[in-house]
Nanobody, 116 residues
Framework: QVRLVETGGGSVQPGGSLRLSCAASGSISSIYVMGWYRQTPGKTREWVARLTRVGATTYADSVKGRFTVSTNNAKDTVYLQMHNLEPEDTAVYYC??????????WGPGIRVTVSS
């Protein structure tokens, strides 16, 4: 089992920055992909960014050039650095990981609000 907990959300003005963190515990050696999704009311959950265990990153077009996903040396925490935030980035952000058995694990989510 893997447990994920997000921190770092909050409110920010348009153009501002936030960094989300996601701490993983449990069977972290079995994780091969970590990433972030987001969801707004009435919409399906949207993939944002992904980081593989070997360090390959991919991003949704809507955040490319503004968001950066990274991890620490222990590979038990994944970060989402968000710059130049827009009101359209307002959502609940979810940390996700996939293990070697292709099981998805999710954090409880954390709210990000971009508003003036």
């Amino acid at each position: 089992q893997v447990r994920l907990v997000e921190t770092g959300g909050g409110s920010v003005q348009p153009g501002g920055s936030l960094r989300l963190s996601c701490a993983a515990s449990g069977s972290i050696s079995s994780i091969y992909v970590m990433g972030w999704y987001r969801q707004t009311p009435g919409k399906t959950r949207e993939w944002v960014a992904r980081l593989t265990r070997v360090g390959a990153t991919t991003y949704a077009d809507s955040v490319k050039g503004r968001f950066t996903v990274s991890t620490n040396n222990a590979k038990d925490t994944v970060y989402l650095q968000m710059h130049n935030l827009e009101p359209e980035d307002t959502a609940v952000y979810y940390c996700n990981c996939v293990d070697l058995a292709d099981r998805d694990w999710w954090g409880p989510g954390i709210r990000v609000t971009v508003s003036s």
